[in-house]
């Protein structure tokens, strides 16, 4: 798993960015706010979200990364993706056109306009998001650290995430991936899969 990217800015864009790390260049997805927090040039740090996308027909995988400056951000990235309707393209619109902490208190509020707003936010899904997200994130403190991606204490939990925000982007009924991933997760407990093998093994579960 790729946590974090730490190198030099070699490219930047409104939509995504170039990290040059030893010699290899990563391609990373960025939103509006990270792009404007980039230098243009120079030695930069991302926090990166690892999203693998499979075709159910072919069985061909895409990968991609997206970044973040923040790893508070990263998470909230994350619980969005995690809801029904919104897709990675979604999220990164949302947090482009909201800061973190403005999105947070919004869905806190349960103001569904400031969602709104975001080209291909309609109603619904503002409400889904609001619904879905106003509890979970309530019960987080305010200001607690994020634990990191590629932590042993979390690394599982991360899998999962990964794998399950994959599979929502299939288009595949969140409740139905989540018990047909779990059960891949509790039959490889010892040895957990990468999350491209995982992704295949709970699509066959279905």
């Excluded at 503002?126 to 634990?147: D, H, K, M």
Aim: glycine fraction near 10%.
């Amino acid at each position: 798993m790729i946590d974090s990217l730490r190198g030099e800015l070699a490219e930047r864009s409104p939509g995504h960015a170039v990290v040059e790390c030893h010699g290899v260049g990563y391609l990373v997805h960025v939103n509006a706010n990270t792009y404007a927090e980039l230098p243009e040039r120079g030695a930069c740090k991302l926090y990166i979200h690892y999203a693998v996308s499979v075709d159910v027909r072919s069985g061909q995988s895409e990968h991609r990364l997206y970044g973040f400056t923040d790893p508070g951000e990263r998470h909230l990235f994350r619980q969005l993706i995690g809801v029904q309707g919104v897709s990675t393209t979604i999220g990164l619109a949302i947090l482009g056109a909201k800061r973190a902490d403005e999105l947070r208190l919004a869905i806190l509020h349960g103001d569904e306009n400031a969602l709104k707003s975001v080209k291909g936010i309609g109603p619904k899904l503002a409400q889904r998001i609001v619904t879905e997200l106003r509890e979970r994130l309530s019960n987080e403190p305010v200001g607690a650290p994020v634990p990191a991606g590629g932590a042993a204490s979390g690394s599982g939990n991360t899998l999962r995430s990964e794998a399950l925000s994959a599979l929502i982007s299939l288009g595949l009924d969140r409740a139905k991936a989540e018990r047909a991933l779990q059960s891949v997760l509790n039959e490889r407990k010892s040895d957990p899969p990468p999350v491209e093998e995982l992704i295949r093994l709970t699509l066959k579960n279905l």
